[in-house]
């Protein structure tokens, strides 16, 4: 059955970067990948639209689609809409809740050629691959009750940090699994030294450990893991913890490799169908430039073929084309410095396209 792919553009630089990606979906189609791919609003854009930023129309393709390939939502102009649960934000929330994304993966990843991107010293960098494997769906951002309330004669706000041990086991094998494809070590991050839940969260990562011989489980408090990841970040190879430690920590190891124009994601379901993103958001003050650097949103293509298509080679050819794009020189601004070559947005999708069909 052919599968169904689902672009949403979104806001900001959002149309302009899957633009891009979806020329290099296109590309991979004529190379026999068999996939329907279609176009839907999301975000800001589907709010100006339909009142909604997710509308029953995107979520029932989402549902459909096998994969997902998202730009970004949000903006300024939407950043004054009263009814919270309209804001551009609650779309991206919505397709993670409704599909169930509970396995978020953030590689962070320097590439060889924009080591000098990079804010620490080339020998703590160079070389750094660390995928991090971030609980998406639970925790302190989704836990019961929460809220604001008057007590004792003064406001408090609160929130619930909760996972159950089987929200603990689904993500724990998706990392396990992942550091068995990849360097065989996984470091489990938690808070166990002060918080309950995360001692649970400790004791389902020892227990699911002897199922995975071949992988090396170490655990480490979150605020030791800041600061190793910038101390000696190449000691990790797979991370996984919670939703809040991890969105902190992804975006910590993001920054790692100074390029936040490069780093692509995938939140993944139970069926392996996932949504895929650039790690960044939607850069509204450049959007409309045609400066944005497509290559996060290309690279989120590459994950997409790997973990929800089953096409690995498809997969590589693209990372292997961006690969030598950036061999030549080719820089959008933000990964720019003397002695490359700067390109524009879609510029940079011909010389990807042109790699692609090359190698
Ligand atoms: P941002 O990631 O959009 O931008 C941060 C900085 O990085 C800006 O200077 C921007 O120009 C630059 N940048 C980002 N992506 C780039 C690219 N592909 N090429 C070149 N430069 C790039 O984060 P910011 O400014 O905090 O948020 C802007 C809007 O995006 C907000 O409305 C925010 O809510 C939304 N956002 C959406 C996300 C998503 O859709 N997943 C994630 C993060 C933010
Ligand atoms: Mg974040």
Not at 140 to 145: D, E, L, N, T
Not at 159 to 172: K, Q
Not at 198 to 224: F, G
Not at 299 to 324: C, F
Request: with cysteine.
């Amino acid at each position: 059955m052919t599968r169904k792919i689902l672009v949403l553009p979104g806001d900001g630089i959002g149309p302009e970067i899957t633009a891009q990606a979806s020329r290099v979906l296109a590309a991979c189609q004529a190379r026999g990948l068999d996939v329907e791919v279609e176009e839907a609003l999301v975000g800001g854009t589907a709010y100006d639209a339909h009142g909604e930023p997710l509308p029953a129309e995107t979520l029932a393709k989402a549902e459909g689609a096998r994969a997902i390939l998202l730009g970004a939502v949000g903006g300024p102009q939407w950043d004054t809409i009263e009814d919270l649960s309209k804001r551009p934000e609650k779309g991206l929330l919505g397709l993670r809740k409704n599909l169930g994304l509970f396995g978020n993966l953030r590689p962070a990843i320097l590439y060889p050629q924009l080591a000098e991107a990079s804010s620490l010293k080339p020998d703590v960098v160079s070389g750094l691959d660390i995928m991090i494997v971030r609980e998406l769906t639970g925790g302190i951002y989704f836990g019961q009750p929460r809220g604001i309330e008057e007590r004792d004669g003064e406001r408090v706000g609160y929130n619930t940090y909760v996972y159950s041990e089987s929200e603990i086991e689904r993500i724990g094998r998706v990392a396990f699994e992942m550091a068995q494809k990849r360097g065989k070590k996984l470091c489990s991050v938690d808070k166990a030294n002060v918080l309950e839940v995360t001692i649970l969260w400790r004791e389902v990562m020892e227990r699911l450990a002897p199922e995975y011989p071949d992988v090396e489980l170490s655990h480490m408090y979150v605020d030791n893991a800041a600061m190793q990841l910038v101390r000696a970040p190449k000691q990790f190879d797979v991370i996984v913890t919670g939703n809040m430690f991890g969105d902190i920590l992804s975006d910590a190891a993001a920054m790692l490799t100074g390029s936040i124009g490069m780093l692509p994601s995938a939140s993944l379901n139970q069926s392996g169908q996932g949504m895929y993103e650039p790690c960044h958001g939607s850069a509204p003050d450049i959007a409309g430039q045609n400066i944005a650097n497509p290559l996060a949103t290309i690279l989120s293509v590459a994950m997409m073929l790997r973990y929800s298509l089953d096409e690995p080679a498809l997969a590589e050819r693209i990372e292997a084309a961006v690969g030598k794009v950036l061999d030549d020189g080719l820089r959008t601004a933000d990964i720019a410095y003397p002695g490359t070559r700067q390109v524009s947005t879609s510029e940079m999708g011909d010389a990807v396209l042109a790699a692609f069909e090359a190698l």
